[in-house]
């Protein structure tokens, strides 16, 4: 029986030299694959109180919306600058090769509210971190953060729990 990161390609030296970029894009491609990556991103959840989902740009999308549906809650997604039309409040961060800005609708999370923050991998954990900080923001209580795939060597999964954070990753791979 195949495991999740059976599903899961590795092309060497993208985007730059030295990196071993995870593609995610052949799990969503096989039915089957994608199906049980959702299941199994959804147990550690269950009878949980959540009241959105949360998706960091742009895999996250698709994994939050499937996950959304699945637990009949509301989808929010964070974007890189300049992508949502309306008012939004914005975070920098760095990540493992470069600097971004990420935006949120200032009216898409109401105090109070249970998030689950889900993207397809973790690396030095910098975009989940800009995300949680603009959901706290907002008021937002992160319930957990969802990932795919965790890369343990870069220190993301530490930088999130040391924050508070609950965790949780399908697969690991070492390396960058």
Do not use: N
């Amino acid at each position: 029986m195949k495991k999740i990161e059976d599903y899961i390609r590795t092309i060497v030296d993208f985007p730059h030299e030295g990196i071993m970029f995870r593609d995610v894009t052949t799990l969503f491609a096989d039915a089957r694959g994608f199906r049980m990556a959702i299941d199994q991103m959804l147990h550690p959840y269950a009878g949980l109180e959540i009241d959105k989902v949360v998706g960091l740009e742009a895999r996250g999308f698709i994994l939050g919306g499937a996950i959304a549906h699945q637990l009949s809650v509301g989808f929010v997604p964070i974007r890189k600058k300049g992508k949502l039309p309306g008012t939004t409040i914005s975070q920098d961060y760095k990540l493992e090769y470069g600097e971004a800005i990420v935006e949120i609708h200032d009216d898409a999370i109401q105090p109070g509210e249970k998030i689950l923050v889900v993207d397809d991998l973790l690396a030095t954990g910098g975009t989940a971190e800009a995300g949680i900080k603009l959901i706290e923001r907002l008021g937002g209580e992160i319930v957990s953060c969802a990932f795919i795939i965790d890369l343990p060597d870069l220190g993301g999964r530490k930088k999130l729990e040391g924050m508070g954070m609950d965790v949780h990753a399908l697969c690991a791979f070492d390396g960058l």
